[in-house]
């Protein structure tokens, strides 16, 4: 299950940008996700709350925006949509389809609160 990798690594990323600022604690981070990374957002979510146990992230919600598939078709010259590596162009049915999103999968922003706030 990858996904716990993936979790860590948000995680990390967070613990990355928040290293000055020990007394600060995560309620939330967002998180873009494309349709073609080949993420099962299930999975994720229940990876993220394994591994922020007892980590300032603690019971922050993970918020997934999913970025749909996009392909450029070489025949008709089109971009389309793309749901699935290996589907033909909607338009021509050709298979020369080159993906230009839908592979995203970066932390966009987080809300933090001070620890002390919540003591």
């Avoid at 229940?46 to 980590?55: D, I, K, M, P, Q």
């Avoid at 993970?62 to 078709?73: D, Q």
Wanted: proline share 4%.
């Amino acid at each position: 299950m990858h996904e716990v990798s993936i979790a860590e690594g948000i995680l990390s990323a967070v613990d990355k940008t928040l290293e000055n600022e020990p007394k600060t604690k995560v309620s939330s981070v967002a998180v873009s996700i494309g349709e073609l990374a080949g993420v099962e957002i299930e999975a994720l979510l229940f990876a993220w709350e394994s591994v922020t146990r007892g980590t300032r992230a603690e019971k922050s919600v993970l918020e997934i925006n999913r970025v749909p598939g996009v392909a450029w078709c070489m025949q008709c010259g089109k971009n389309v949509p793309l749901h699935r590596h290996g589907d033909a162009c909607p338009h021509c049915g050709g298979y020369q389809l080159m993906p230009v999103q839908g592979h995203e999968l970066k932390v966009d922003s987080l809300q933090v609160a001070d620890l002390e706030e919540n003591s």
